[in-house]
């Protein structure tokens, strides 16, 4: 398996893993991600399939080595030969930043751009990190789990007909 040989080849990276049935997850800091996706592109995991990220307001915002972070940023691998996968999760504190792939993966571009605009995390590297979903303009990161259900934009909701409008029941649209 992927995980063992990464840690045979980069003793210490791995600071948190999870393997059941085929899905493997490994945990390590922004500083190594470089050399981690190096070793996995020798190793054919040539195809990165998504990056995002999980939002995690109740843990400490707190970057560094055994920090949390307040996010995840977890990129989605497949190695094609073997159809083997490797999810890696990288801890950011809000207001970090993590190492662009753009420039090895092509794929890593509008992903990066889509965790930036949803997320606000910044990828240090990237030749055009802007919004990609949203105008540019736009008040806050609609994924955070912090972000109004409303939108937090009054204009948004002005004369909306949806059966809930700012949290409360329209009798009108019923």
Known sequence: MIIEHIDAQLPGI???RHDFRGDQTIVI???NLLAVVDLLHREGFQFLVDITAVDWPERPNVQGAGGAGRFDVVYHWLNLASQERLRIKVPVADGGSVPSLASQFKTANWFER????????SFDGHPDLRRLLTWPDFPGYALRKDFPLDGGDPFCMEGCTAPYNNGERNQEAM
């Open 14 to 16: 791995v600071t948190g």
């Open 29 to 31: 800091a922004k500083e």
């Open 114 to 121: 889509e965790v930036f605009d949803m997320f606000g995390i």
